[in-house]
Protein backbone atom coordinates (compact mmCIF):
# COMPACT_ATOMS: atom_id res chain seq x y z
CA UNK A 1 0.00 0.00 0.00
CA UNK A 2 1.22 3.43 -0.91
CA UNK A 3 0.88 5.51 1.97
CA UNK A 4 0.24 9.43 1.98
CA UNK A 5 2.29 9.89 5.17
CA UNK A 6 5.04 7.04 6.31
CA UNK A 7 5.82 6.27 9.45
CA UNK A 8 9.29 6.86 8.77
CA UNK A 9 10.05 8.63 5.54
CA UNK A 10 13.79 6.85 4.31
CA UNK A 11 14.36 8.35 1.06
CA UNK A 12 13.53 11.77 2.26
CA UNK A 13 15.75 11.32 5.36
CA UNK A 14 18.61 10.55 2.74
CA UNK A 15 17.71 13.19 0.37
CA UNK A 16 18.41 15.95 2.80
CA UNK A 17 21.90 14.72 4.34
CA UNK A 18 22.79 13.13 0.25
CA UNK A 19 25.87 14.75 -0.39
CA UNK A 20 27.42 14.36 3.13
CA UNK A 21 26.32 10.67 3.16
CA UNK A 22 27.39 10.14 -0.54
CA UNK A 23 30.73 12.04 0.28
CA UNK A 24 32.02 9.45 3.57
CA UNK A 25 30.81 6.36 1.92
CA UNK A 26 33.52 7.45 -1.80
CA UNK A 27 35.73 7.97 1.26
CA UNK A 28 35.41 4.78 3.07
CA UNK A 29 35.45 2.60 -0.47
CA UNK A 30 38.10 4.67 -2.40
CA UNK A 31 40.40 4.17 0.60
CA UNK A 32 39.66 0.55 1.02
CA UNK A 33 38.66 1.57 4.95
CA UNK A 34 36.05 -1.51 6.41
CA UNK A 35 36.60 -3.31 9.46
CA UNK A 36 37.93 -1.42 12.87
CA UNK A 37 39.59 1.35 11.13
CA UNK A 38 39.27 5.31 11.73
CA UNK A 39 35.95 6.19 11.30
CA UNK A 40 34.73 3.83 13.64
CA UNK A 41 37.34 4.84 16.55
CA UNK A 42 35.98 8.26 15.81
CA UNK A 43 32.46 7.75 15.80
CA UNK A 44 32.79 5.53 19.36
CA UNK A 45 35.13 8.39 20.94
CA UNK A 46 32.35 10.74 19.47
CA UNK A 47 29.68 8.89 20.78
CA UNK A 48 30.73 8.36 24.22
CA UNK A 49 31.15 12.51 24.51
CA UNK A 50 27.88 13.14 23.00
CA UNK A 51 26.62 10.65 26.48
CA UNK A 52 29.20 11.97 28.30
CA UNK A 53 30.73 8.51 29.40
CA UNK A 54 34.37 6.82 29.01
CA UNK A 55 34.04 4.25 26.70
CA UNK A 56 32.27 3.22 23.44
CA UNK A 57 32.14 -0.09 21.68
CA UNK A 58 31.08 -0.42 18.21
CA UNK A 59 29.37 -3.54 17.75
CA UNK A 60 27.29 -5.39 14.76
CA UNK A 61 23.27 -4.44 16.20
CA UNK A 62 21.67 -3.86 19.36
CA UNK A 63 21.09 -7.60 20.39
CA UNK A 64 24.89 -7.86 20.59
CA UNK A 65 24.95 -5.04 22.41
CA UNK A 66 22.46 -6.63 24.65
CA UNK A 67 24.27 -10.28 24.75
CA UNK A 68 27.59 -9.09 25.45
CA UNK A 69 26.79 -6.96 28.27
CA UNK A 70 25.58 -10.14 29.42
CA UNK A 71 28.29 -11.62 28.64
CA UNK A 72 30.57 -8.94 30.23
CA UNK A 73 28.69 -9.18 33.10
CA UNK A 74 29.32 -12.73 33.88
CA UNK A 75 25.81 -13.38 33.80
CA UNK A 76 25.45 -17.41 33.28
CA UNK A 77 23.56 -20.70 34.10
CA UNK A 78 21.33 -20.38 36.97
CA UNK A 79 21.25 -16.90 36.98
CA UNK A 80 18.29 -14.20 36.92
CA UNK A 81 17.79 -11.27 35.51
CA UNK A 82 15.03 -8.80 36.02
CA UNK A 83 13.24 -7.37 33.57
CA UNK A 84 9.81 -6.31 30.71
CA UNK A 85 7.90 -8.40 28.91
CA UNK A 86 6.67 -5.21 26.54
CA UNK A 87 9.67 -4.88 24.61
CA UNK A 88 11.28 -6.35 21.44
CA UNK A 89 12.42 -10.01 22.01
CA UNK A 90 15.90 -9.22 21.91
CA UNK A 91 16.04 -7.85 25.44
CA UNK A 92 14.61 -11.56 26.83
CA UNK A 93 16.10 -13.49 24.30
CA UNK A 94 20.02 -12.59 24.68
CA UNK A 95 19.36 -13.43 28.49
CA UNK A 96 18.04 -16.83 27.47
CA UNK A 97 21.00 -16.95 25.44
CA UNK A 98 23.34 -16.82 28.21
CA UNK A 99 21.18 -19.80 29.97
CA UNK A 100 19.98 -17.57 32.62
CA UNK A 101 16.42 -16.87 33.50
CA UNK A 102 14.08 -14.01 32.48
CA UNK A 103 11.99 -12.76 35.15
CA UNK A 104 9.91 -10.64 34.20
CA UNK A 105 7.52 -7.85 36.05
CA UNK A 106 5.05 -5.59 34.63
CA UNK A 107 5.15 -1.98 33.27
CA UNK A 108 4.21 1.42 34.51
CA UNK A 109 1.68 3.63 32.73
CA UNK A 110 4.64 5.52 30.59
CA UNK A 111 5.43 1.67 29.50
CA UNK A 112 8.81 1.22 31.45
CA UNK A 113 9.22 -1.09 34.21
CA UNK A 114 6.98 -0.68 37.40
CA UNK A 115 9.63 0.09 40.28
CA UNK A 116 7.02 -0.87 42.60
CA UNK A 117 7.76 -4.48 40.79
CA UNK A 118 10.99 -5.07 41.10
CA UNK A 119 11.87 -5.64 45.00
CA UNK A 120 9.25 -8.67 44.95
CA UNK A 121 11.13 -10.41 42.16
CA UNK A 122 14.57 -10.17 43.66
CA UNK A 123 16.29 -13.84 44.84
CA UNK A 124 19.24 -15.19 45.90
CA UNK A 125 19.67 -15.98 41.67
CA UNK A 126 19.26 -12.76 40.76
CA UNK A 127 22.72 -10.98 39.16
CA UNK A 128 20.96 -8.22 37.42
CA UNK A 129 17.95 -5.67 36.02
CA UNK A 130 17.34 -4.24 32.50
CA UNK A 131 15.51 -1.63 32.26
CA UNK A 132 14.35 -0.90 28.84
CA UNK A 133 13.73 2.77 28.53
CA UNK A 134 11.15 2.84 25.84
CA UNK A 135 9.54 5.12 23.29
CA UNK A 136 12.51 7.27 24.02
CA UNK A 137 11.56 7.96 27.91
CA UNK A 138 14.46 6.84 30.51
CA UNK A 139 12.86 4.98 33.40
CA UNK A 140 12.89 6.33 36.54
CA UNK A 141 16.29 5.24 37.29
CA UNK A 142 16.71 6.96 40.71
CA UNK A 143 14.48 3.59 41.99
CA UNK A 144 16.43 1.65 40.07
CA UNK A 145 19.88 2.42 40.68
CA UNK A 146 19.21 1.96 44.35
CA UNK A 147 17.38 -0.99 44.57
CA UNK A 148 20.54 -2.41 42.76
CA UNK A 149 22.99 -1.02 44.78
CA UNK A 150 20.67 -2.41 47.93
CA UNK A 151 21.14 -5.83 46.09
CA UNK A 152 24.54 -5.75 44.36
CA UNK A 153 22.96 -5.85 41.29
CA UNK A 154 23.99 -5.29 37.92
CA UNK A 155 22.04 -2.90 35.33
CA UNK A 156 22.54 -2.75 32.00
CA UNK A 157 20.46 -0.39 30.22
CA UNK A 158 18.27 -1.60 26.99
CA UNK A 159 18.23 2.04 25.33
CA UNK A 160 17.79 1.29 21.90
CA UNK A 161 15.00 3.19 21.76
CA UNK A 162 16.18 6.15 23.95
CA UNK A 163 19.47 8.02 22.43
CA UNK A 164 19.75 11.51 23.55
CA UNK A 165 17.03 11.15 26.11
CA UNK A 166 17.77 12.63 29.27
CA UNK A 167 16.68 11.84 32.91
CA UNK A 168 17.63 14.64 35.58
CA UNK A 169 20.10 15.82 33.32
CA UNK A 170 21.68 12.54 32.35
CA UNK A 171 21.94 10.48 29.09
CA UNK A 172 20.44 7.35 28.58
CA UNK A 173 22.84 4.18 28.63
CA UNK A 174 24.63 6.61 31.33
CA UNK A 175 23.86 4.99 34.40
CA UNK A 176 24.44 1.36 34.37
CA UNK A 177 27.37 -1.10 34.15
CA UNK A 178 26.49 -0.65 30.21
CA UNK A 179 24.11 1.09 27.93
CA UNK A 180 23.03 -0.70 24.97
CA UNK A 181 22.06 1.53 21.77
CA UNK A 182 20.78 0.42 18.29
CA UNK A 183 21.42 1.54 15.05
CA UNK A 184 18.36 -0.06 13.36
CA UNK A 185 17.53 2.24 10.07
CA UNK A 186 14.36 3.47 12.00
CA UNK A 187 16.19 4.51 14.96
CA UNK A 188 16.33 8.00 15.80
CA UNK A 189 20.09 7.31 15.27
CA UNK A 190 20.14 4.72 12.63
CA UNK A 191 22.29 3.73 9.54
CA UNK A 192 21.87 2.18 6.76
CA UNK A 193 21.44 -1.61 7.69
CA UNK A 194 21.94 -2.99 11.25
CA UNK A 195 24.58 -1.82 13.97
CA UNK A 196 24.77 -1.14 17.78
CA UNK A 197 27.08 0.14 20.43
CA UNK A 198 27.71 -0.32 23.95
CA UNK A 199 28.94 1.99 26.64
CA UNK A 200 30.17 2.15 30.08
CA UNK A 201 32.19 3.89 32.42
CA UNK A 202 34.09 0.63 33.24
CA UNK A 203 37.48 0.56 32.14
CA UNK A 204 37.83 -3.03 32.69
CA UNK A 205 34.71 -4.05 31.31
CA UNK A 206 35.55 -1.54 28.33
CA UNK A 207 38.25 -3.56 27.35
CA UNK A 208 36.55 -6.72 27.70
CA UNK A 209 33.85 -5.81 25.55
CA UNK A 210 36.47 -4.68 22.93
CA UNK A 211 37.77 -8.53 23.57
CA UNK A 212 34.24 -9.95 23.61
CA UNK A 213 33.19 -8.45 19.97
CA UNK A 214 36.13 -9.51 17.94
CA UNK A 215 36.57 -13.11 18.97
CA UNK A 216 38.62 -12.85 22.23
CA UNK A 217 41.97 -11.05 20.28
CA UNK A 218 44.46 -8.99 21.62
CA UNK A 219 44.76 -6.45 17.88
CA UNK A 220 48.19 -5.42 19.54
CA UNK A 221 49.93 -8.44 20.18
CA UNK A 222 47.94 -10.79 18.54
CA UNK A 223 46.89 -13.28 21.51
CA UNK A 224 43.30 -14.91 21.82
CA UNK A 225 42.62 -14.75 25.45
CA UNK A 226 39.53 -16.52 25.51
CA UNK A 227 36.70 -17.43 22.94
CA UNK A 228 35.23 -14.30 21.64
CA UNK A 229 32.00 -13.69 19.08
CA UNK A 230 32.51 -11.61 16.07
CA UNK A 231 30.34 -8.50 16.22
CA UNK A 232 31.69 -5.30 14.81
CA UNK A 233 30.48 -2.43 13.63
CA UNK A 234 31.73 -2.02 10.35
CA UNK A 235 33.61 0.96 9.13
CA UNK A 236 30.96 2.10 6.78
CA UNK A 237 28.40 2.23 9.11
CA UNK A 238 30.52 4.33 11.84
CA UNK A 239 31.29 6.38 8.67
CA UNK A 240 28.05 6.79 8.29
CA UNK A 241 26.74 7.03 11.75
CA UNK A 242 29.62 10.03 12.64
CA UNK A 243 27.61 12.01 10.04
CA UNK A 244 24.71 11.71 11.47
CA UNK A 245 25.62 12.29 14.40
CA UNK A 246 26.28 15.60 14.03
CA UNK A 247 22.47 16.47 12.97
CA UNK A 248 21.11 14.55 15.70
CA UNK A 249 20.45 17.48 18.02
CA UNK A 250 18.16 18.73 15.55
CA UNK A 251 16.54 15.81 14.58
CA UNK A 252 15.62 15.55 18.51
CA UNK A 253 14.69 18.83 18.96
CA UNK A 254 11.76 18.65 15.68
CA UNK A 255 10.70 15.27 17.11
CA UNK A 256 9.91 17.16 20.12
CA UNK A 257 8.01 19.52 18.13
CA UNK A 258 5.84 17.39 16.44
CA UNK A 259 4.98 15.33 19.84
CA UNK A 260 3.93 18.61 20.92
CA UNK A 261 1.53 19.15 17.86
CA UNK A 262 -0.17 15.97 18.74
CA UNK A 263 -0.37 16.44 22.03
CA UNK A 264 -1.87 20.11 21.53
CA UNK A 265 -3.89 18.56 18.74
CA UNK A 266 -5.33 15.43 20.55
CA UNK A 267 -5.48 16.83 24.52
CA UNK A 268 -9.22 17.05 23.83
CA UNK A 269 -10.08 13.58 22.84
CA UNK A 270 -11.17 11.84 25.56
CA UNK A 271 -11.12 8.32 24.26
CA UNK A 272 -7.33 8.42 23.80
CA UNK A 273 -4.39 8.17 26.24
CA UNK A 274 -1.15 10.50 25.31
CA UNK A 275 2.11 10.07 26.15
CA UNK A 276 3.56 12.96 28.40
CA UNK A 277 4.08 16.26 26.41
CA UNK A 278 7.79 17.31 26.23
CA UNK A 279 8.24 20.01 28.78
CA UNK A 280 10.71 20.81 31.73
CA UNK A 281 11.03 18.35 34.76
CA UNK A 282 12.46 15.19 35.28
CA UNK A 283 12.39 13.50 31.69
CA UNK A 284 13.64 14.78 28.56
CA UNK A 285 11.80 12.46 26.51
CA UNK A 286 13.18 11.88 22.56
CA UNK A 287 10.31 10.44 21.38
CA UNK A 288 11.31 7.44 19.14
CA UNK A 289 7.72 6.30 18.89
CA UNK A 290 4.64 8.83 19.60
CA UNK A 291 2.62 6.31 21.44
CA UNK A 292 -1.12 6.87 22.00
CA UNK A 293 -3.70 4.55 24.09
CA UNK A 294 -7.00 3.46 22.47
CA UNK A 295 -9.86 1.07 23.73
CA UNK A 296 -10.77 0.60 20.10
CA UNK A 297 -7.17 0.33 19.01
CA UNK A 298 -8.00 -1.98 16.05
CA UNK A 299 -10.78 -0.40 14.26
CA UNK A 300 -8.57 3.07 14.92
CA UNK A 301 -5.61 1.73 13.09
CA UNK A 302 -7.98 0.20 10.41
CA UNK A 303 -9.71 3.26 9.69
CA UNK A 304 -5.97 5.87 9.69
CA UNK A 305 -4.66 3.41 7.19
CA UNK A 306 -7.18 3.60 5.10
CA UNK A 307 -6.49 7.36 5.16
CA UNK A 308 -3.43 6.48 4.07
CA UNK A 309 -1.40 7.26 7.37
CA UNK A 310 0.93 4.48 8.46
CA UNK A 311 0.54 3.00 11.64
CA UNK A 312 2.63 0.91 13.71
CA UNK A 313 1.46 -1.53 16.68
CA UNK A 314 4.64 -2.19 19.04
CA UNK A 315 3.40 -4.75 20.78
CA UNK A 316 0.27 -6.76 19.84
CA UNK A 317 1.20 -9.87 22.15
CA UNK A 318 3.36 -9.41 24.82
CA UNK A 319 6.38 -11.75 24.84
CA UNK A 320 5.17 -13.94 27.77
CA UNK A 321 1.99 -14.83 25.51
CA UNK A 322 4.35 -16.52 22.96
CA UNK A 323 4.20 -19.84 23.88
CA UNK A 324 7.21 -21.16 22.55
CA UNK A 325 9.27 -18.81 24.41
CA UNK A 326 7.99 -20.24 27.85
CA UNK A 327 7.20 -17.43 29.84
CA UNK A 328 3.40 -17.78 30.21
CA UNK A 329 4.03 -18.08 33.78
CA UNK A 330 4.27 -14.57 35.17
CA UNK A 331 1.14 -12.15 35.64
CA UNK A 332 1.76 -9.00 33.98
CA UNK A 333 -2.33 -6.99 33.79
CA UNK A 334 -0.76 -4.18 32.57
CA UNK A 335 1.62 -5.19 30.25
CA UNK A 336 -1.20 -7.11 28.72
CA UNK A 337 -3.72 -4.29 28.64
CA UNK A 338 -1.30 -1.80 26.81
CA UNK A 339 -0.92 -4.29 24.50
CA UNK A 340 -4.21 -4.72 23.28
CA UNK A 341 -4.76 -0.76 23.07
CA UNK A 342 -1.31 0.61 21.53
CA UNK A 343 -0.22 2.06 18.26
CA UNK A 344 2.13 4.45 17.37
CA UNK A 345 1.86 7.87 15.05
CA UNK A 346 4.02 9.22 12.51
CA UNK A 347 6.98 10.58 14.06
CA UNK A 348 9.90 11.33 12.19
CA UNK A 349 11.92 14.73 11.29
CA UNK A 350 11.43 14.98 7.87
CA UNK A 351 7.25 14.91 8.41
CA UNK A 352 5.65 18.10 7.86
CA UNK A 353 3.22 20.52 10.16
CA UNK A 354 0.52 20.01 7.53
CA UNK A 355 1.47 16.16 7.80
CA UNK A 356 0.49 16.24 11.87
CA UNK A 357 -2.44 18.35 11.18
CA UNK A 358 -3.54 15.62 8.35
CA UNK A 359 -3.17 12.99 11.23
CA UNK A 360 -4.94 15.12 14.34
CA UNK A 361 -7.75 15.54 12.16
CA UNK A 362 -8.08 12.10 10.65
CA UNK A 363 -8.43 10.87 14.61
CA UNK A 364 -10.72 13.72 15.09
CA UNK A 365 -12.98 12.51 12.06
CA UNK A 366 -12.93 8.78 13.58
CA UNK A 367 -14.24 9.58 17.11
CA UNK A 368 -16.81 11.92 15.52
Known sequence: MEYRIRFVDFPEHYRKIKSEVDSVIQEVLIGGDYILRRHLKEFEKNFAKFLDVKYAIGVANGTDALFLSLKAANITESDEVITVAHTFAATVSTISQCNAKPILVDIDQYHNIDVSCIEAAITEKTKGIIPVHLNGRICDMDAIMKIASDHGLHIIEDAAQAVGARYKGRRAGSFGLTGCFSFYPAKILGTLGDGGMIVTNNKEIAKKLF????????????????????????????????????????????????ANLYHEGLSDLASLQLPPAPNGGNFYDVYQNYVIRSNNRDELVAYLRNQGIEILVSWPKPLHKHKALNLDHFNLPLTEQISREVLSLPLHPELSDSDVGFVVDSLHNFYK
Request: no cysteine; glycine share 6%; aromatic share 8%.
Open 211 to 258: LLRDHGQDRETGAFLFHGFNSRLDNLHAAILKIKLNHLPKWIERRREI
